[in-house]
């Protein structure tokens, strides 16, 4: 059965194969030396040596060494590579220092993830378990041209086994520290000559890892599935159909947050604006959060089926998949488990996707090429939801210098005269409601012309139009018990006493729309609350690519490019009636890629430059003209990033190989003003200088044919560069001593036995080893109107041993 699947990188054409097993050496080359990595492109096997692109590629042995779950688990091993995953229904992703805030579903990702040649367009569904991965590649700088839109920064794409014409069966079985039980089963069966069918399931759970002070309960518990099944057909000699269907659960607690803030006794008040110089240690200090329900949960299902006919001088391709999934992820934003403190956000989404793309490659003596076009429709819905009670209400309005009404109603009134109304002590409920609909066409050309045999130029473009139709709702606060009380006290001519009525207890204080009030929208009317305001764009781009290769000598490729990455406008989901352009981004690179004769040693390495122009960031900034809560606002910047990537792979001896990868970096604004008026240009973004990862593995052969062993690999980032904006929002704050955004290392061992068949292998692992902590980000949004503050830690040290036996 037809093994190759086009959907990754080659020289001048994007694709990627999708083998049964990890890279292997090729037929005839020594087993001393680096394996040889392949890729695929218009039906021919390239070396990756060959391709004039920054890539990284982790495959399966890789994936299961450090035992990693999903693409968070990678980022310290893969520079220059960024996961936030400690919300996994809400990652972000970065790639040479540019990525593109999570702020809801009117906007796209700057790192396009594609699982088998599928763009996974939302966040919320882009962080996936592994199972049955065969490799994932990092290509890093803009992708546009062949990976398609919303890959300015670069793609990550994973690929998975396809189904194999041989009998395969697998069981894993892995546990752990924090009682963590990992199974996952793979079935491969051939029926006849033209069909087989692939199934394969995993089951991970986890106890949590933090405990909280009060109630003893866990946080950061897992408990998470997912099946895949995929059915092979190859109906001729020139014809090959796969069909893929994914379902997957997860379900887990959301990031736990740690408070920071010293408090005072209850009924006390923290002060604001928070003071930095009092803060606690989040390594040292208990963890009270009383968020209800506690959870972050997705149910995904997707289908996609993918059609490759070879017409003898050309080969057609079609790619058909269908996606939906729902998310929740509620999580306590006050660090504290008292009511007058209580606050909590919910991001609930709901999205369903189509995608469509049509494709023809062929090559010959002279030419490679590839050309296809694609659709993508998406309709996206999300509701931003903040839950507090009328104690923490109070705390914030006495905050912004508002007074405190429900106390003052209570002790003046309700409490001397007898009532038994109650005006604290109720839930209080804010939501904005958005919708999106969003569809995308393209059309692509990549054109490789070999003039001689040593020197190549390589030329694409790719054509995108983007529409898109957003709205936003936001109805009236949610809070049935004050109402009822309200009512009664109405009723009874008590309100009227003290000069108010039910109305003036109705407004919103996180989404307060008062600041833009009047503002017109698209479909006719102005924003006010309770009114659907809707707005509707439409972008379009031609990103070009451009590159020439030069095989100095048969081992060592010289290339340099110019390519142009785009990602469309927008919206932010709370801020009403906003919108934003189209970011662009023109990226330089010149590198080399060379292999020692003996194949002893691989080299890459590559020198770029890029400006990004019209970046979109989401900013937390006062509420000015409105209620003086803070809000999350779309900001505009030009970033300027100029580095340099290396890879070296070494392998001098059958039984050992290292490798070492770096990237150096410096991202500065070329040009950004926030709202504030805070002039940040020729300031560091935070993007880390230096980021490295190096390894080693060694094996030894035992007297019974089995063999042992033994693997490490360490990763280290430098601290997070500072600008005037991250040290006022507490981004570069120290804490207890602590600094935020320190460089962070990592070491992970890893041990395995094999017996002389490898049917049978017994591993163990470690992963930071020296259990080394770090803050994982400090969460401001409360700090200005309850006065608390929390933090999030990098996980400890974790370590495990795992069963996996083949047939």
């Given amino acids: 059965m037809k093994q190759a699947l086009f959907i990754g990188v080659s020289a001048g054409v994007l694709a990627l194969a999708a083998p049964m097993a990890p890279a292997q050496a090729q037929e005839g080359v020594s087993n001393t030396g680096v394996d040889t990595i392949t890729v695929t492109a218009q039906r021919r096997t390239q070396d990756i040596q060959d391709v004039p692109l920054a890539i990284e590629v982790v495959t399966a042995e890789n994936i299961d060494a450090i035992a990693a779950t999903n693409l968070s688990d990678l980022d310290q091993f893969v520079p220059g590579l960024n996961v936030s995953g400690g919300s996994p229904t809400q990652p972000r992703f970065a790639i040479r220092g540019v990525s593109t805030s999570d702020f809801g579903v009117g906007t796209d990702p700057a790192v396009g993830v594609y699982v088998d040649g599928i763009y996974a367009a939302r966040s919320g569904a882009s962080l996936l378990a592994f199972n049955d991965v065969s490799r994932v590649e990092v290509i890093k700088g803009p992708q546009g041209t062949l990976f398609g839109r919303n890959s300015a920064a670069g793609a990550i794409s994973i690929t998975s086994n396809a189904p194999s014409d041989e009998v395969e069966a697998e069981l894993a079985l892995r546990m752990g520290e924090n009682n963590l039980r990992r199974f996952e089963g793979l079935l491969n069966i051939p029926f006849a000559e033209e069909f087989a069918l692939r199934l394969n399931m995993v089951v991970n759970k986890r106890d949590g890892i933090l405990t909280d002070a009060a109630t003893g309960e866990d946080y950061d518990r897992q408990d998470n599935w997912a099946v895949r099944a995929a059915v092979g057909w190859t109906p001729t000699e020139m014809t090959d159909v796969i069909f893929r269907y994914t379902r997957e659960k997860l379900d887990e607690d959301a990031r736990p947050a740690i408070g920071i803030t010293p408090l005072p006794a209850a009924p006390g008040r923290p002060a604001v604006p928070v003071d930095v110089s009092v803060l606690l240690n989040p390594f040292e200090t208990p963890i009270y959060n009383d968020v209800s329900p506690n959870l972050e949960q997705r149910d995904l299902d997707e289908a996609s089926i993918h059609i490759t006919h070879d017409f003898g001088a050309f080969t057609l391709q079609s790619i058909s998949a269908f996606r939906y999934f729902e998310t929740s992820n509620r999580q306590d934003e006050d660090g504290t488990n008292r009511i007058e403190l209580y606050f909590d956000t919910n991001n609930i989404e709901q999205n369903q996707s189509w995608y469509q793309e049509f494709r023809l490659s062929g090559a010959n003596d002279r030419f490679d ?267 505009t910047s030009d970033e300027t990033g100029t580095g340099v990537d290396f890879q070296v792979d070494w392998a001098p001896l059958p039984e050992f190989e290292a490798y070492l990868n770096l990237q150096y970096i410096d991202v500065t604004f070329d040009e950004r003003i926030t709202r504030s008026g805070l002039d940040l240009s020729g300031q560091p973004t935070g993007t880390p200088e230096w980021s490295i990862s190096t390894g080693a593995s060694q094996t030894w052969a035992l007297p019974n044919g089995s063999e042992f062993e033994l693997l490490g690999a360490y990763a280290y980032t430098s601290e997070n560069r500072c600008n005037e904006e991250a040290r006022q929002q507490l981004g570069c704050a120290v804490i207890a001593g602590i600094q935020n955004g320190e460089a962070q290392q990592r070491l992970d061992l890893r041990a395995y036995w094999r017996d002389s068949a490898e049917r049978f292998q017994l591993g163990a692992y470690v992963n930071n080893v020296f259990d080394e902590q770090y803050l994982d980000g400090v969460g401001s949004l409360t700090a200005d109107t309850f006065g608390t503050t929390h933090a999030q830690i990098t996980p400890p040290r974790m370590w495990g041993v795992d069963l996996r036996i083949r047939y």
């Fill in 369 to 635: 090429w590839v050309a296809g076009v694609s659709y993508y429709d998406e309709n996206a819905t999300q509701i931003s939801e903040t839950g507090a009670f009328t104690n923490s209400i109070e705390t914030a309005l006495f905050n912004l210098g508002a007074g405190t009404p429900f106390s003052d109603l209570e002790n003046g009134l309700l409490i001397p005269f007898g009532l038994p109304q109650r005006l604290l002590g109720h839930e209080w409920t804010e939501s904005m409601h958005n919708r999106g609909d969003f569809s995308a066409f393209a059309a692509f050309a990549d054109v490789e012309w070999r003039l001689t045999d040593r020197f190549s130029l390589i030329g694409g473009a790719r054509y995108t139009q983007d529409e898109k139709t957003f709205s936003w709702l936001n109805g009236p606060r949610m809070a049935p018990d004050l109402d009822q009380a309200l009512a009664e006290l109405d009723a009874l001519g008590v309100l009227g006493l003290a000069g108010v009525s039910p109305a003036d207890f109705g407004f919103d204080i996180v989404f307060d729309l008062s600041g833009v009030a009047g503002l017109a929208c698209d479909n006719g009317v102005t924003v006010a609350e309770g009114v659907l305001c809707e707005r509707s764009d439409s972008w379009d781009d031609i990103s070009p690519r451009l590159v020439a290769n030069f095989n100095a000598m048969d081992n060592l490729l010289l290339f340099a490019s110019y390519t142009q990455g785009y990602k469309a406008g927008g919206y932010n989901s709370v801020e009403v009636g906003s919108r934003f352009e189209n970011e662009d981004v023109d990226n330089f690179e010149a590198g080399l890629k060379w292999t020692a004769p003996d194949r002893s040693m691989r080299i890459a390495a590559s020198i770029f430059h890029y400006l990004y122009k019209d970046k979109q960031a989401v900013r937390l900034v006062a509420n000015v003209g409105g209620s003086g809560v803070p809000q999350y606002v779309v900001e």
